[in-house]
């Protein structure tokens, strides 16, 4: 250990642990450029990544954990440099969220003829909330197979943390969904964080393109051709990000580890067990659906893979959103006004982990720690509150907590939430199984609104899934 200040607070390398992990993550780098070189399938280095990154992550803190010098220094300055590639490669697809919801919304309220948009809308709706209303009852299910009492998960949250999440639940349902109307376009244009926001503006521009078309279509052509221009250039760049998604996932994951500890982690493994158990089980609901609608479920999941690994890594449904619709369109059959429509809204609407399972479990929970009679009747209240509030919760990390903090209030629990300190202290391992199911959820909806629209390419969805490495 050595320590002075310009290593331990600027450069972030003082010790032993620091230099071995950064060379482990180094290697891991290695073997997956490896790997690309040899044109190994991109969806084995995706799963080869994920396995690379819970091997460092649980390696690294397992060796480390009963030293001081490993938790006073080493675990902040390895987090700090894995999120250099991590968090980094995050921010790349981040960056492009807003243009891809932006130009996506444009050209399918632009595209869509006739009575199309108004039919398209109603079938998104009732899908994206009919799979939230079922996650809800899903989260309802898991918290009583478990037996999970509120008192057990009892813990002290930051003054902050405290401050901002009563500052939610203070707010009542038409003061929430006011905040969602943009006010500055710049602002909304600059904030991953306003998806809802992003998608009126969007909406708002596309309703005036329509409108001039038809009255002035010589000035208005310019500008749509501009937008289409973009668009294009905006998948490119999107393309070029993806290539450098494995080296991102394994720094994503092992982060995850290192920054929680696997002390924190073992102490809340019934309430992990009861959420990844209520993944399962929505897995196996899609299967379901996807069987009804008359496609393969199977070739869903593989062809599906490696979206739902960066979404589990990566814990953004947002920042996953450019991958989902390339995805959807490429390898899925679904045709690109309804992914665009459809997998955008999904970001923000009816996510059926963070704003489905999480939060309906909290609040059977929290009113079982009160005593509140667990009756027909309130179960189907959380159904209700679960599904109506997880309209307009923008798709990025932490977003479970508004949810969570949205329902309890609608429970009228709001002031219970400063006793779930513990849970939102392990956040970030949940939300990685949650935010895979949001997106994961999106992606059968979309599938199932473009079924049923009768513009599904079933040949497409069962045709051989094309190598990354060829579409790069």
Known sequence: MVNIPFL??????SNFYTVGAILLLVIAIIILKKLKDKKVAFSKRM???????LIIGIGIDFIGSNNSVYTDYAQLEISSWYSLVGTGFLRLVQLLAVPVVFLSIIKVVVDAK?????ALTGKTFATLLGTTAISAMVGILVVKLYNLQGSSFAADLTPEKIERMDTIASQSFPDFFLNLVPSNIFHVMSDNGQIVSVVIVAALFASAIRFLQNKKPKEVEPFVTFLN????????????????????????VSNAIIANGLTSIMGMISFIAAIYTGVII?????????ILIGVNPMIFFKKSFSTLVFAFSSRSSVG???YTLKTLEDDLGVSNETSNFVATLGTTIGMN?????????LGVIMASAVGTDMTFSFYLLVVVVVTVGSIGIAGVPGTATVAATVTLNGLGYGGTISSIGAIFGIDPIIDMGRTMLNVAGSMVSSIIVDRWEGTFDKEAYNAPQVKQDDAE
């Not at 929505?282 to 996807?290: F, H």
């Open 8 to 13: 331990t607070e600027f450069i972030k390398i």
């Open 47 to 53: 799963i080869t990544a994920l396995v690379i990154g």
């Open 114 to 118: 006739g009575d199309r948009l108004k």
């Open 229 to 252: 221009s973009l668009k294009v250039t905006v998948n490119s760049v999107l393309t070029n990000v993806i290539k450098v998604m494995p080296y991102g996932v394994v720094a994503l």
């Open 282 to 290: 929505m897995l196996l609901v899609y299967i379901i659906l996807l």
């Open 320 to 322: 996953t959103l450019p």
């Open 353 to 361: 982990g963070c704003a489905g399972v999480f939060p309906a479990m």
